[in-house]
T-cell receptor, first 113, second 115 residues
């Protein structure tokens, strides 16, 4: 089945630890995105990548890092510099360069204790 | 800049009631407009879209018409069901005039339908 797989679905970490969230897609889509969702704030863009080995900061990139070494994969690391990391993280893809229709994974819920 | 404003929730309706969720936008050029839906614990999925003025998007009984004169894309459904309970997001893609700008989302409107 074609789709986007995010893992893990739930993650608990202690404060000060780095965490990496996985996003894998087999849709052969060029562009990939990471969003953060908090109650009442909608979706906020963290990072996006339009092509392998290239990525751009979104609106709230501070405290996060990404890599795009393969077309299929766009992992997000939540570093200890992120002041309030507890949130629901969504990965998405689109076929071309921001052609509009986003396809989303099921999300990863990170809780920092 | 590009932005989307949608009505604040939560919206609570009885089954079979009429639904309207307002969405207005600010954009340069001719954006495409979208409604996404998020069911509890899941990612978002596309509900409907419209790519030019006066287009009507429709799916699963939901409709929205792209109104350039009022810069609006209001979501409507004639008779809601309990299974429609979800968070609804309005979004725009300015890609026709700016191929480097990602989708812009509204803050979402939570809908609860009670039997």
């Amino acid at each position: 089945d074609g789709g986007i797989t995010q893992s893990p679905k739930y993650l608990f970490r202690k404060e000060g630890q780095n965490v990496t969230l996985s996003c894998e897609q087999n849709l052969n889509h060029d562009a990939m995105y990471w969003y953060r969702q908090d109650p009442g704030q909608g979706l906020r863009l963290i990072y996006y990548s339009q092509i392998v080995n290239d990525f751009q900061k979104g609106d709230i990139a501070e405290g996060y890092s990404v890599s795009r070494e393969k077309k299929e994969s766009f992992p997000l690391t939540v570093t200890s510099a992120q002041k309030n990391p507890t949130a629901f993280y969504l990965c998405a893809t689109t076929e071309g360069r921001h052609t509009g229709e986003l396809f989303f994974g099921e999300g990863s819920r990170l809780t920092v204790l | 800049g590009n932005s989307v404003t949608q009505m604040e929730g939560p919206v609570t309706l009885s089954e079979e009631a009429f639904l309207t969720i307002n969405c207005t936008y600010t954009a340069t050029g001719y954006p495409s407009l979208f409604w996404y839906v998020q069911y509890p614990g899941e990612g978002l999925q596309l509900l409907l879209k419209a790519t030019k003025a006066d287009d009507k998007g429709s799916n699963k009984g939901f409709e929205a018409t792209y109104r350039k004169e009022t810069t609006s894309f209001h979501l409507e459904k004639g008779s809601v069901q309990v299974s429609d309970s979800a968070v609804y997001f309005c979004a725009l893609s300015p890609y026709r005039n700016s191929g480097n700008t990602p989708l812009v989302f509204g803050k979402g409107t939570r809908l609860s339908v009670i039997a």
